[in-house]
Protein backbone atom coordinates (compact mmCIF):
# COMPACT_ATOMS: atom_id res chain seq x y z
CA UNK A 1 0.00 0.00 0.00
CA UNK A 2 1.52 3.34 -0.98
CA UNK A 3 2.21 5.78 2.06
CA UNK A 4 -0.20 8.99 2.20
CA UNK A 5 1.08 12.17 1.63
CA UNK A 6 0.17 15.47 3.97
CA UNK A 7 1.40 18.01 1.36
CA UNK A 8 -1.31 20.66 1.06
CA UNK A 9 -3.81 18.65 3.28
CA UNK A 10 -5.21 19.81 6.36
CA UNK A 11 -4.59 18.91 9.28
CA UNK A 12 -6.37 20.02 12.78
CA UNK A 13 -4.67 19.07 15.96
CA UNK A 14 -6.51 19.02 19.58
CA UNK A 15 -4.59 19.96 22.42
CA UNK A 16 -2.30 21.89 19.80
CA UNK A 17 -0.82 24.89 22.06
CA UNK A 18 2.19 22.85 23.66
CA UNK A 19 3.53 19.47 24.52
CA UNK A 20 2.68 16.54 21.72
CA UNK A 21 0.02 18.61 20.26
CA UNK A 22 2.91 21.15 18.97
CA UNK A 23 4.98 18.67 18.05
CA UNK A 24 2.31 17.04 15.67
CA UNK A 25 1.73 20.47 13.92
CA UNK A 26 6.15 20.65 13.20
CA UNK A 27 6.05 17.11 11.97
CA UNK A 28 2.67 18.42 9.39
CA UNK A 29 3.95 21.63 8.55
CA UNK A 30 7.31 19.99 7.97
CA UNK A 31 5.51 17.69 5.63
CA UNK A 32 3.87 20.55 3.82
CA UNK A 33 0.46 20.41 5.49
CA UNK A 34 -1.81 22.82 6.30
CA UNK A 35 -3.01 22.68 10.18
CA UNK A 36 -4.99 24.17 12.64
CA UNK A 37 -4.12 23.92 16.03
CA UNK A 38 -7.41 23.51 18.49
CA UNK A 39 -6.93 24.42 22.68
CA UNK A 40 -8.55 25.37 25.29
CA UNK A 41 -5.97 28.81 25.88
CA UNK A 42 -7.14 29.99 22.07
CA UNK A 43 -4.01 32.63 22.59
CA UNK A 44 -1.35 29.81 22.71
CA UNK A 45 -2.59 28.01 19.77
CA UNK A 46 -2.73 31.35 17.71
CA UNK A 47 0.93 32.31 19.36
CA UNK A 48 2.31 28.78 18.21
CA UNK A 49 0.62 29.01 14.70
CA UNK A 50 2.11 32.32 13.99
CA UNK A 51 5.50 31.05 15.15
CA UNK A 52 4.78 28.20 12.45
CA UNK A 53 3.83 30.00 9.81
CA UNK A 54 7.17 31.73 9.76
CA UNK A 55 8.42 29.61 6.65
CA UNK A 56 5.67 30.32 4.91
CA UNK A 57 3.27 27.32 6.33
CA UNK A 58 -0.56 28.22 6.22
CA UNK A 59 -1.50 27.83 9.77
CA UNK A 60 -4.87 28.41 11.64
CA UNK A 61 -4.87 28.88 15.40
CA UNK A 62 -8.40 28.69 17.58
CA UNK A 63 -9.60 28.48 20.17
CA UNK A 64 -11.79 25.42 21.57
CA UNK A 65 -13.29 23.90 24.49
CA UNK A 66 -13.65 20.07 23.11
CA UNK A 67 -16.06 19.53 26.06
CA UNK A 68 -18.68 21.34 24.31
CA UNK A 69 -20.42 19.94 21.58
CA UNK A 70 -21.34 23.36 19.76
CA UNK A 71 -18.21 24.95 20.12
CA UNK A 72 -16.39 22.06 18.50
CA UNK A 73 -18.88 22.76 15.61
CA UNK A 74 -18.17 25.98 14.89
CA UNK A 75 -14.54 25.56 15.20
CA UNK A 76 -14.37 22.62 12.54
CA UNK A 77 -16.60 24.99 10.42
CA UNK A 78 -13.96 27.83 10.85
CA UNK A 79 -11.04 25.56 9.47
CA UNK A 80 -13.41 23.78 6.60
CA UNK A 81 -14.13 27.88 5.32
CA UNK A 82 -10.86 28.90 6.07
CA UNK A 83 -8.43 25.95 4.71
CA UNK A 84 -10.95 24.07 2.65
CA UNK A 85 -12.01 20.56 4.71
CA UNK A 86 -10.38 18.49 6.96
CA UNK A 87 -8.01 15.82 6.21
CA UNK A 88 -6.38 14.49 9.20
CA UNK A 89 -8.41 14.78 12.70
CA UNK A 90 -5.68 13.99 15.48
CA UNK A 91 -7.82 13.44 18.72
CA UNK A 92 -4.88 15.13 21.28
CA UNK A 93 -6.59 17.30 24.01
CA UNK A 94 -6.10 15.59 27.49
CA UNK A 95 -5.26 15.30 30.85
CA UNK A 96 -4.47 12.96 33.35
CA UNK A 97 -4.77 12.81 37.56
CA UNK A 98 -2.43 10.90 40.07
CA UNK A 99 -4.43 9.71 42.67
CA UNK A 100 -6.14 6.85 44.58
CA UNK A 101 -9.44 5.95 43.16
CA UNK A 102 -10.90 6.06 46.66
CA UNK A 103 -9.70 9.91 47.28
CA UNK A 104 -10.85 10.79 43.73
CA UNK A 105 -13.70 13.17 43.99
CA UNK A 106 -16.49 12.56 41.59
CA UNK A 107 -15.51 15.80 39.97
CA UNK A 108 -12.17 14.80 39.02
CA UNK A 109 -13.67 11.46 37.06
CA UNK A 110 -16.09 13.42 35.53
CA UNK A 111 -13.61 16.18 33.88
CA UNK A 112 -11.08 13.55 32.63
CA UNK A 113 -13.69 11.66 30.83
CA UNK A 114 -15.13 14.80 29.59
CA UNK A 115 -11.80 16.29 28.11
CA UNK A 116 -9.88 12.83 27.24
CA UNK A 117 -13.08 10.54 26.27
CA UNK A 118 -16.05 13.21 24.80
CA UNK A 119 -13.62 16.10 23.61
CA UNK A 120 -12.51 13.35 20.79
CA UNK A 121 -16.29 12.12 20.20
CA UNK A 122 -17.36 15.86 19.86
CA UNK A 123 -14.57 17.07 17.33
CA UNK A 124 -15.03 13.73 15.54
CA UNK A 125 -18.47 13.94 15.28
CA UNK A 126 -17.77 17.29 13.97
CA UNK A 127 -15.11 16.84 11.90
CA UNK A 128 -17.09 13.66 10.32
CA UNK A 129 -17.92 15.57 7.38
CA UNK A 130 -15.69 17.03 5.67
CA UNK A 131 -13.65 14.08 6.45
CA UNK A 132 -16.13 11.48 4.72
CA UNK A 133 -16.16 14.04 1.85
CA UNK A 134 -12.43 13.98 1.27
CA UNK A 135 -11.62 10.37 2.55
CA UNK A 136 -9.94 11.49 5.37
CA UNK A 137 -8.43 9.87 8.48
CA UNK A 138 -8.69 10.07 12.11
CA UNK A 139 -6.03 9.82 14.54
CA UNK A 140 -6.93 9.04 18.50
CA UNK A 141 -3.64 9.51 21.07
CA UNK A 142 -4.58 6.66 23.73
CA UNK A 143 -2.00 5.99 26.22
CA UNK A 144 -0.33 2.42 27.73
CA UNK A 145 -3.05 3.36 29.71
CA UNK A 146 -5.57 2.18 27.34
CA UNK A 147 -4.79 -1.20 27.10
CA UNK A 148 -3.27 -1.73 30.52
CA UNK A 149 -4.04 -0.82 33.95
CA UNK A 150 -1.96 2.22 35.17
CA UNK A 151 -1.68 2.55 39.05
CA UNK A 152 -3.68 5.57 40.83
CA UNK A 153 -5.01 6.73 37.40
CA UNK A 154 -7.93 5.20 37.15
CA UNK A 155 -10.27 7.53 35.59
CA UNK A 156 -7.58 8.48 32.93
CA UNK A 157 -7.52 4.85 32.31
CA UNK A 158 -10.63 4.32 32.24
CA UNK A 159 -10.98 7.35 29.90
CA UNK A 160 -8.38 5.97 27.18
CA UNK A 161 -10.20 2.08 27.37
CA UNK A 162 -13.24 4.12 26.05
CA UNK A 163 -11.53 5.70 23.48
CA UNK A 164 -10.37 2.31 22.36
CA UNK A 165 -13.88 1.03 22.16
CA UNK A 166 -15.63 4.16 20.90
CA UNK A 167 -12.93 4.03 17.91
CA UNK A 168 -12.35 0.53 17.34
CA UNK A 169 -16.71 0.33 16.75
CA UNK A 170 -16.39 3.79 14.56
CA UNK A 171 -13.67 2.16 11.94
CA UNK A 172 -16.24 -1.05 11.28
CA UNK A 173 -19.44 1.36 10.92
CA UNK A 174 -16.46 3.40 8.07
CA UNK A 175 -15.36 0.28 6.49
CA UNK A 176 -15.59 1.15 2.95
CA UNK A 177 -16.33 4.96 3.22
CA UNK A 178 -12.43 5.53 2.70
CA UNK A 179 -11.90 7.04 5.97
CA UNK A 180 -9.22 5.42 7.55
CA UNK A 181 -8.93 5.13 12.33
CA UNK A 182 -5.25 5.04 14.13
CA UNK A 183 -5.00 4.76 17.45
CA UNK A 184 -1.61 5.76 18.82
CA UNK A 185 -0.57 4.34 22.80
CA UNK A 186 2.72 6.45 23.47
CA UNK A 187 4.21 5.36 27.37
CA UNK A 188 5.80 7.70 29.70
CA UNK A 189 6.57 10.78 27.28
CA UNK A 190 7.97 14.21 28.24
CA UNK A 191 4.63 16.46 27.88
CA UNK A 192 3.49 19.27 30.37
CA UNK A 193 0.64 16.58 30.97
CA UNK A 194 2.94 15.00 34.33
CA UNK A 195 3.50 18.22 35.70
CA UNK A 196 -0.33 19.54 35.04
CA UNK A 197 -1.74 16.30 36.73
CA UNK A 198 -4.67 16.78 38.88
CA UNK A 199 -5.03 15.61 42.78
CA UNK A 200 -8.06 13.80 44.02
CA UNK A 201 -9.62 16.83 45.06
CA UNK A 202 -8.93 18.59 41.93
CA UNK A 203 -5.94 20.60 42.64
CA UNK A 204 -2.58 20.25 40.76
CA UNK A 205 -0.91 16.70 41.97
CA UNK A 206 1.75 16.85 44.99
CA UNK A 207 2.56 12.97 43.78
CA UNK A 208 5.56 13.34 41.81
CA UNK A 209 5.60 11.15 38.59
CA UNK A 210 7.24 7.61 39.00
CA UNK A 211 7.95 6.20 35.20
CA UNK A 212 9.50 3.18 33.39
CA UNK A 213 11.73 2.56 30.77
CA UNK A 214 13.17 5.62 28.89
CA UNK A 215 11.16 8.82 28.39
CA UNK A 216 10.06 9.58 24.87
CA UNK A 217 10.51 13.00 23.72
CA UNK A 218 7.37 14.89 21.61
CA UNK A 219 8.94 14.86 18.33
CA UNK A 220 9.50 10.93 18.68
CA UNK A 221 6.11 10.06 19.25
CA UNK A 222 5.36 13.07 16.21
CA UNK A 223 7.70 10.75 14.32
CA UNK A 224 5.41 7.58 15.11
CA UNK A 225 2.64 9.08 14.39
CA UNK A 226 3.16 10.45 11.06
CA UNK A 227 4.49 7.13 9.97
CA UNK A 228 1.30 5.61 11.33
CA UNK A 229 -1.26 7.37 9.84
CA UNK A 230 0.34 7.21 6.30
CA UNK A 231 0.45 3.25 6.46
CA UNK A 232 -3.10 4.13 7.34
CA UNK A 233 -2.29 1.26 10.50
CA UNK A 234 -5.14 0.27 12.91
CA UNK A 235 -3.12 0.03 16.35
CA UNK A 236 0.11 1.53 17.44
CA UNK A 237 1.54 0.62 21.01
CA UNK A 238 5.29 2.79 21.18
CA UNK A 239 8.45 2.53 23.07
CA UNK A 240 9.44 -0.99 24.00
CA UNK A 241 7.90 -0.68 27.69
CA UNK A 242 4.74 0.14 26.22
CA UNK A 243 4.94 -3.20 23.98
CA UNK A 244 5.88 -5.27 26.88
CA UNK A 245 2.98 -3.73 28.58
CA UNK A 246 0.53 -4.80 26.61
CA UNK A 247 1.83 -8.34 25.42
CA UNK A 248 2.23 -9.05 29.40
CA UNK A 249 -0.93 -7.76 30.27
CA UNK A 250 -2.90 -9.86 28.01
CA UNK A 251 -0.83 -13.16 28.34
CA UNK A 252 -0.96 -12.93 32.09
CA UNK A 253 -2.63 -10.17 33.93
CA UNK A 254 -1.78 -10.96 37.13
CA UNK A 255 1.85 -10.90 36.24
CA UNK A 256 1.38 -7.41 34.65
CA UNK A 257 -0.28 -5.99 37.81
CA UNK A 258 2.55 -7.22 39.88
CA UNK A 259 4.92 -5.76 38.32
CA UNK A 260 3.12 -2.64 37.74
CA UNK A 261 2.23 -2.07 41.72
CA UNK A 262 6.39 -3.03 42.06
CA UNK A 263 7.37 0.24 39.89
CA UNK A 264 4.02 2.52 40.24
CA UNK A 265 2.91 1.90 44.17
CA UNK A 266 5.29 4.22 46.27
CA UNK A 267 4.26 6.92 43.74
CA UNK A 268 1.25 7.92 46.08
CA UNK A 269 3.02 7.88 49.45
CA UNK A 270 5.13 10.19 48.47
Known amino acids: MAKRSYQGKTVVITGGAGGLGAAFARQFVGLGAKVALL ?18 AQTLGLACDVTDPEACGEVMGQVCERLGGIDLLINNAGITHRSAFADTSAEVFAKVMAVNYLGSLHCTK ?17 SV ?9 SGYSAAKHALHGLFETLRTELAGTGVTVTIICPGFTNTGIAHAALDGDGSLTKHRQSTVGRIASAQEVATALHRAVAKEKRLVVLSTVGKLTYLINKISPAMYERMMLKSLKSELER
Open 145 to 153: AGVAPLYGR
Open 39 to 56: DLDGEAARRMAVEMSGAG
Open 126 to 142: AALPSLLARRGQIAVIS
